[in-house]
DNA sequence: GTTAGCACTCTCCTTAGATGAGTGCCAACT
DNA sequence: AGTTGGCACTCATCTAAGGAGAGTGCTAAC
């Protein structure tokens, strides 16, 4: 439907917007990618590839600005090529090895480092976590019938809340609770073992088999609630560009990054299992990232649970984007693998 | 120092620009506060003032802006006066009542809330962690050496990171040692049981001496590296705000609140023992904040270790800022206690 | 010590003209 | 039919100039 020519030109502009963050004129498309025709040419060109919707421009004696449509190409384009893996692959690994603490806090170290490497916002999350294998689950008790939950997946992540049980029960009690869930649950995810523990009848804490359930039921409530968990850095960066220079654009954007629950649904929702995948403006369902590309990679880290992404503006660098990502998603695989 | 005279028209110079956001002239000063001057004398005041370091002008012909001396004169003697609690402080304490889920969904909770309110970024923070009382210590085993570190804190607060010992023990040893710590140390604050549990010899694990020995010493740092907890929230609210048009200066407050350790420092630093501190631009050691003010106060729950805050800018409506967040500080305390 | 008056300064807004990049279209060329 | 050069036209951006307005500093009188 394009033909050879038409692709280069849309390609050409892109890649030119990107580079100059100007609009593109015929000229400059002329002199500086398609020299064997004329601008005249390239200028009858721009205008059906305008009538088919890869263009717009500001207005009428300015260049032509690329649609979502036009970035669709580009970046699709890109995928199809090779990578080179960036310089710093190597000190990445190194910088992330040591932040040993914690799953939470490496990934809000990732997070950041994604930030600071594309000057875009850096997101690291991990998803469905009722499919992660549970680790152990206890409970500890607060003070009446107050109970902390507490859940360690594999990996050592940590999730806890603050429950009401239907009657006090002594720590002793709990504990023998919490060792019995876990003999039930241990190396398994929750997805598998929830159905057996929801019938389960715990020998020896028949007494208080009401309490019990409503345990189970908690457990549930929490990994349901909050099965994914996520991390933003480095908000920041993208102030220095160009496009977020107008106040309400970044608004618009720090409003969904302060929306914990909203980004990690959308980081779920347009990931891939296996792969680098882009969203683009308007193709994204969230009004709020009209201005942006969203472009996610899952790592093989954490149970194939960990999802690294980056939002940034719709002329972002994508070949050194994808590739920055890919080198540092590539190095979290063998972190958390360890 | 200054007549009588001379403390109203500064005061009336800060609110005024408080209000209007516009530097204030003599005649403005004249003709709304002290209408018993003519806007010459008032002239003379201010030139004197303006020597005395209380003013300073943009431009010659342009009005006077308070200098952080004024706002302080300003703020102090708001704080003198009674301020009476906001209308919604039902409703706020309602609304956090509904977090009950754990102590950091709260505070999270509360951040957010403090923001939106005041239209400042709200902060949260727990303070101090090595004096609050340990509710629990235990280790789960994540594989080979590397051990997940679990500290319960009195209410809920959980603390957790991988550590790494010296030699692999079985799940079975780690409940032991678990266990014996949790006796030692539960009840306490950790400041408190630190050096008992240096010396002490675990009984039956004479064999792990070693491991057991920095395993106290991982717990030791955790407190120490990480004795503090920051909430941050509603950050976009200052965006809509006159004084943070200028991108940089958004640019450099958004940089700041991205070191949550730095923030956290500052916090602490400010915070007084009992009731409202007020920092103001250049009184704040951090060069980042040169452009904002800092209002801090310890809430009661907690173990006295909550801080609420605010960042905002200079112009801040400090008597209604204030009053929100003793108002929801004061809603904290209840929700804590429980 | 206080006040009115006045010249002066400086920002901000508006207007107008010049500049330049880029388009759309037409006629001529291959 | 596709391609090209030429040309009129549009529109944002830049600059300069003039006027309005706010506010000051200073002086002389009260």
Chains 1, 2 share one sequence.
């Not at 660098?317 to 994808?322: A, H, P, V």
Request: proline fraction near 3%; charge should be negative; aromatic fraction near 6%.
């Amino acid at each position: 439907m394009l033909t050879e020519r038409q692709l280069e030109i849309v390609l050409s502009v892109v890649y030119e917007y990107i580079q100059t963050g100007e609009p593109a004129g015929s000229r400059t498309i002329s002199k500086k990618y398609l020299r064997g025709s004329s601008a005249a040419t390239i200028r009858n060109e721009m205008a059906d590839l305008e009538d088919m919707g890869y263009f717009y421009q500001p207005h009428t004696s300015a260049g032509r600005l690329p649609t979502s449509k036009a970035y669709r190409l580009y970046v699709d384009s890109i995928m199809q090529r090779d990578r080179p893996a960036p310089a710093e692959t190597e000190k990445w690994k190194r910088e992330i090895r040591e932040q040993r603490q914690g799953i939470d806090i490496m990934l809000s170290y990732v997070s950041q480092l994604l930030g600071k490497a594309t000057n875009c916002v850096g997101v690291a999350a991990l998803s469905a976590l009722e499919e992660v294998e549970i680790q152990r689950v206890s409970f500890v008790r607060l003070g009446g019938s107050t109970v902390l939950l507490l859940i360690v997946l594999e990996g050592g992540l940590v999730h806890n809340a603050n429950i009401q049980l239907p009657c006090e029960l002594s720590q002793d009690i709990l504990d023998e609770l919490g060792r019995k869930i876990s003999a039930v649950a241990c190396g398994h995810p929750w997805s598998q073992v929830r159905d057996a523990l929801f019938t389960y009848v715990l020998d020896g804490l028949e007494r208080v088999w009401d309490t019990c359930r409503e345990a189970v039921v908690q457990i549930d409530a929490i990994l349901n609630r909050r099965s994914s968990r996520l991390f933003v850095g480095g908000a920041r960066h993208i102030l220095s560009l160009p496009d977020f220079q107008d106040i309400g654009k970044f608004q618009t954007v720090l409003s969904l990054l302060e929306q914990e629950q909203a980004l990690a649904e959308m980081v779920e929702r347009y990931s891939i299992k296996q792969g680098v995948s882009v969203a683009i403006g308007d193709e994204i369902s969230e009004e709020m990232m009209k201005d942006c590309s969203l472009v996610l990679v899952p790592s093989a880290g954490y149970g194939r649970r960990t999802i690294l992404g980056l939002i940034g503006p719709l002329r972002m660098d994508y070949e050194k984007s994808i590739a920055i990502l890919e080198a540092i998603a590539g190095d979290l695989d063998d972190s958390l693998i360890n």
